[in-house]
């Protein structure tokens, strides 16, 4: 399934599409105006990056490279009016992302977000860096997580309708706090001062679900 994703990715990167630039909290979605047609907002928790996580965990830079985003519309699954292609998704002291735009997109109802995360074999897909303190040593250790695997985003039950003439944004929270509680930092790989994890570390699987499940729509709270 990985295979064939990423060689579809290969091929469907070669194509321009329009366009600027999973889990569900629960409840209708948060949709303000924004630029004409449907919009996407990104977000994170902690609300700001560098940021406190927890009272022992700090995230100060987050980058993932995503191939291919879809708003899945009840009337066209496949429209690229809905698709965005290889854009920049990143928080740091000097970056947070772009709302992405789809001014073409066909009115109706919207129940599905889907987003490929993937390096291509070339990059990392995502790379995540912070610092922790350890009870165990009594010590504030940097971290560097990475990952080549690729990571699926599925966002269901959106429920969000486009009318014909108006403004929707569907806003999407990262909550780093649900992935980066998930690691037991006490087995992590020690690189100098750095906790290490990567690809072929045994709690990879485990992180990059959580991960994927970090990926959230906002609702009126937040």
């Known amino acids: 399934m990985i295979g064939a994703m990423r060689a579809l990715l290969l091929g469907v990167f070669l194509v321009g599409?329009?366009?600027?630039?999973?889990g569900h909290d629960g409840g209708e979605p948060d949709t303000p105006m924004g630029p004409p047609g449907l919009n996407v907002a990104w977000s994170a928790r902690p609300s700001t990056i560098p940021g406190?996580?927890?009272d022992k965990i700090m995230i100060t830079s987050a980058t993932f490279r995503p191939q291919i985003l879809r708003v899945i519309g009840d009337a066209g699954p496949g429209?690229?009016?809905?698709?965005?292609?290889?854009f920049e998704l990143?928080?740091?002291s000097s970056k947070?992302?772009?709302t992405i735009n789809f001014p073409s997109a066909p009115t109706g109802l919207y129940s599905e977000i889907l987003v490929e995360i993937d390096g291509l074999f070339i990059n990392y897909s995502y790379e995540l860096k912070g610092t922790v303190h350890r009870d165990s040593d009594n010590k504030t250790?940097?971290?560097?997580?990475?990952?080549?695997?690729n990571l699926e985003v599925s966002i269901t039950s959106l429920g969000v309708t486009l009318d014909p003439g108006a403004a929707v944004t569907i806003p999407?929270?990262?909550d780093f706090e649900h992935a980066l509680t998930s690691i037991n930092y006490d087995q992590l790989t020690v690189s100098g001062t750095t906790l290490e994890l990567d690809t072929s570390d045994s709690q990879m699987d485990n992180f990059r679900s959580a991960l994927a499940e970090s990926f959230r729509v906002s609702g009126p709270d937040g």
């Open 172 to 174: 999407i929270r990262v």
């Open 17 to 22: 599409c329009n366009g600027t630039s999973g």
């Open 79 to 86: 429209d690229t009016r809905t698709t965005q292609l290889a």
């Open 141 to 149: 250790w940097d971290f560097y997580i990475h990952d080549r695997n």
């Open 90 to 92: 990143a928080w740091s």
């Open 52 to 54: 406190a996580v927890t």
């Open 96 to 98: 947070t992302p772009a």
